[in-house]
């Protein structure tokens, strides 16, 4: 049984498969403790394999924890992986777009994808029919829109975030709304019809925190899969075996 983490910039992720099946899935929004592992580890005690996956700096108790409980591996640009990587800078690629690749890979193989995790940033990536990363951009999430627009400004409010604004906006919160939401499901559109431009039988595959957001705005054809990079981690491990 795997135990598969993905810390991110904003959220934790921890899910639990036996093999290929998904059989449960936990969002933490603070720093994943040792005791929460202990937690899952008490509702599945077969657990035996665990890979990490982080973004960001993470307690060495988690590490620690797992080194004793598990076969343990941190995701690396060292891991053996299903598909070519292709990314002149592997050391630099963020390990959950990695991890997104091989999820999407594994569900189209042999297709061009277009992978769109839209979180704290808005990534793209790029798999083509060969199964190859070829890379990919990466762009301010809504939240950090948001944000960049009260912190770089004199009298900009910071506002609550929505799923969803009206073009023309009737107060200054209506037009930062407007302006981030809409702007933001403007680009990854206007990202979407230059792949589709360049690649025949493009299929796009939509995860991440922000899905919602853009899944009502995107035409159909668009493939969302929340669990992906917990996917794609788990098949790793499960390729490492």
């Known amino acids: 049984m795997n135990l598969v983490i993905d810390i991110g910039n ?6 639990v498969f036996d093999k290929s099946d998904l059989l449960e899935s936990c969002l933490f929004n603070n720093e994943i403790t040792a005791n929460d592992l202990q937690e899952i580890f008490g509702k599945h005690p077969k657990i035996n394999r665990a890979i990490l996956c982080s973004v960001t700096n993470y307690s060495d108790e ?20 299903p598909i070519k ?6 050391q630099t690629l963020g390990k959950d777009r990695l991890a997104a690749a091989v999820g999407s890979n594994h569900l189209f193989p042999s297709q061009n994808l277009l992978v769109i995790d839209a979180g704290t940033t808005i990534t793209y990536e790029f ?6 990363y070829a890379g990919g951009g990466i762009s301010p999430g809504i939240d950090m829109r948001l944000k ?13 975030r929505k799923d969803s604004s009206q073009l023309i906006g009737l107060t200054t919160e209506e037009s930062i709304l407007s302006g981030v939401i809409n702007g933001a499901v403007a680009e990854v559109k206007g990202i ?6 360049k690649f025949e039988n493009l299929q ?16 159909s054809g668009i493939f969302a899969a929340p669990h992906l990079v917990l996917t794609g981690l788990n098949i790793i491990l499960n390729y490492n075996d």
Do not use: C, M, W
């Open 204 to 219: 796009v595959v939509l995860t991440g925190g922000d899905t919602k957001v853009f899944e009502k705005a995107l035409e």
């Open 148 to 160: 960049s627009l009260n912190h770089f400004t004199g009298k900009l409010p910071l506002i609550q």
């Open 127 to 132: 798999i083509n029919d060969k199964n190859e």
């Open 62 to 81: 988690i590490s620690n924890f797992l080194d004793e409980k598990t076969s343990f591996i941190i995701l690396s640009e060292k891991t053996s992986i």
């Open 192 to 197: 979407i019809h230059q792949y589709e431009s």
């Open 85 to 90: 990587i292709r990314y002149e800078t592997p």
């Open 10 to 15: 904003s959220t934790g992720k921890v899910a």
